[in-house]
């Protein structure tokens, strides 16, 4: 039964204040620290598309994804969350939840695997507010100790599915970008996925405006203060001129 998300929330609201977020969509294993998030962005409209067809509701009321991997031994547990783009509606898949042992059946590989699987079912009013805008947002959190994910050769898009359903009608949500997201940890930034801070650089009209003024400035200083000394200099001069007849007079 799926229920409103509460005692994580802080956690995950938190994450992208003070965290790096890595595309890992293309790679084909991640290493899945504790206190790690994997975000996998889930549209609807395919679901939307068919439903309409048939006349059903377009949003989903039933959601369930799988996450296979290699086998991993670890006590894994996992939050799994499902919210709107914006954050501002979620809804948890229940407990914690760890990898179970499988099986997979691929062109590219074939063999034992882990699996990680969720389900919850979704009112319509509910499900419109995490779909309605834009695709919604699958998180797993990684609340036990670190481990690697993913399933080599295949990417860690294609290592998860996702199904949308309702009305009897079950689609498989095609996936956009998966996100890892690490929080900063000893208050380092992870340099190589951060964006370079942008340093302005001074425009060289500005430039070149500015030195033109500057010069401007300095010769109306300088040209001021050669006038106020010829002046003083004059001044000098005339007082002297007009003090000698009044000394020979005193003579």
């Known amino acids: 039964m799926a229920y409103r998300w509460c005692g994580l929330a802080a956690i995950l609201v938190a994450l992208p204040l003070g965290a790096a977020t890595i595309d890992v969509s293309d790679q084909a294993v991640a290493l899945f620290d504790t206190g790690d998030a994997l975000s996998f962005k889930v549209p609807s409209w395919n679901f939307a598309i068919d439903a309409a067809n048939f006349g059903l509701p377009v949003y989903p009321t039933e959601v369930g ?15 799994a969350v499902l919210e709107s783009s914006d954050g ?10 760890g990898f179970v042992p499988g099986t997979f059946q691929g062109f590219r590989y074939w063999g034992p695997v882990s699996v990680l699987e969720g389900s919850l079912h ?3 009013a509910l499900s419109q507010q995490l779909f309605g805008s834009s ?5 797993l959190l990684n609340a036990g100790p670190s481990l690697t994910v993913g399933l080599p050769p295949y990417t860690m898009q294609q290592d998860m599915n996702v199904s949308l359903g309702g009305g009897g ?6 996936l956009g970008r998966v996100s890892l997201v ?7 930034a992870l340099m190589d996925s951060q964006d370079p801070i942008d340093t302005p650089e001074p425009r060289s009209e500005l430039l070149l405006f500015g030195g033109g003024a500057l010069l401007c ?3 109306k200083l ?25 000394a020979s007079l005193l003579k």
Do not use: N, W
């Open 65 to 79: 994804f799988a996450f296979v991997s290699a086998a991993e031994d670890s006590l894994t547990q996992i939050q």
């Open 88 to 97: 501002s509606v979620s809804v948890s898949f229940g407990a914690p939840i």
């Open 122 to 124: 979704l009112s319509e």
């Open 135 to 139: 695709p919604a947002v699958l998180i």
């Open 169 to 174: 009608l079950r689609v498989g949500a095609p």
């Open 182 to 188: 690490e929080p900063l940890r000893g208050g380092l």
């Open 217 to 219: 400035a300095l010769s």
């Open 222 to 246: 300088c040209r001021s203060k050669l006038s106020r000394g010829a002046e003083g200099s004059l001044e000098r001069d005339s007082d002297k001129l007009a003090a000698r007849p009044h």
